[in-house]
């Protein structure tokens, strides 16, 4: 069976981390995951804190598994929730979207493993200094928030820049990446989008819908006039967003008011046309829907496939 070192720092059968999607990845679908051998993520997105601490609770009663909790830290409660997972001795702790750096302190005194999501050299080697467990270096292919390398430039070239364990994320949805990601020096992957269509995750059946649906193409990126780029599906909103983002009249004020709110509209809504429907490019790879379970045993068994099958490339 493939193991890796993620296997034993996390004590988990599978070195997979289902991504923290805002509004989406709750204690339902992340005990699912934990419970399947992986690391289930609780996203704490732009909720409030005591929403957070009831997903932890939750997720503590359904699974006696490792866990983590994600903390997005350009939301304005990112303070609040960092002190709830540290008061509930969350082990596993993943951050995005910033610098955890003033937290980390606070995180490692009590042991949890602090894995910030990168996406690019620097910030892996600054996260390295400041104690982190893990790096997961995510490639611009990704749904969510992103940057601009992709996941095939950006996984060996941090690889090669730290010494603790790097976790690849963006474009991975089948055991093909999962192998890819190991070639490139990565000891595990993160997946997002492959989870949307998972049957124990609860997001609106419009959006679950718009993935099974997407082709290679239907994914736009949009936002990084403001500073928040993010990678989502094609509809009304993003179209229009990105008419605003490229008209020098439309403050950065306006374009960020007008981005207010949109997730929720996708997730908890499903409104197709005004909903921001964040996906990856692998989207279209995904075309149908099954327990967490499935997901992990059917990625891990191909990936095992494909790389015990590499003797054939060579004599």
């Not at 503590?60 to 002190?83: C, I, W």
């Not at 955890?100 to 080697?125: D, F």
């Not at 124990?200 to 649906?213: G, I, P, S, T």
Request: with cysteine; charged share 25%.
């Amino acid at each position: 069976m493939l193991k890796t070192v993620l296997c034993d720092l996390l004590d988990i059968k599978y070195p997979i981390f289902q991504g923290g999607m805002a509004w989406i990845s709750d204690a339902e679908l992340a005990s699912a995951v934990s419970d399947a051998g992986g690391i289930g993520i609780i996203a704490a997105g732009n909720s409030p804190a005591e929403h957070v601490l009831n997903e932890i609770k939750k997720i503590k009663k359904m699974t006696d598994r490792p866990f983590g909790v994600n903390v997005m830290l350009m939301s304005r409660y990112a303070h609040e929730v960092a002190q709830v997972a540290a008061d509930e001795k969350v082990k596993i702790i993943v951050t995005g979207a910033g610098n955890p750096a003033k937290h980390m302190k606070m995180w490692t005194e009590y042991g949890a493993k602090v894995i910030p999501v990168v996406p690019s050299v620097a910030l892996a080697k600054l996260m390295e200094r400041c104690g982190a467990s893990a790096v997961i270096a995510e490639g611009g292919e990704a749904g969510g928030h992103v940057g601009d390398i992709t996941t095939m430039a950006l996984v060996p070239q941090v690889c090669d820049a730290v010494k603790i364990p790097v976790i690849a994320a963006g474009g991975i949805g089948d055991g093909r990446g999962i192998a890819a990601a190991l070639m490139l020096g990565a000891c595990g992957v993160q997946v997002g989008t492959r989870f949307l269509t998972a049957m124990e995750c609860v997001v609106h059946e419009n959006y679950k819908n718009m993935v099974l649906k997407a082709k290679d193409i239907d994914t736009l990126f949009a936002g990084k006039r403001v500073g928040h780029p993010i990678r989502a599906l094609k509809n009304n909103f993003v179209r229009e967003y990105l008419k605003k983002e490229y008209d020098s009249s439309v403050s950065d004020e306006e374009l960020l008011k007008f981005g207010e709110g949109r997730f929720k509209l996708a997730a908890v809504d499903g409104d197709i046309k005004e909903g921001c429907f964040l996906a990856g490019q692998i989207a279209g790879i995904v075309n149908r829907e099954q327990s967490a379970k499935e997901i992990i045993e059917e990625m891990f068994a191909q990936a095992e496939e494909i790389l015990n099958g590499a003797k054939k490339f060579y004599e």
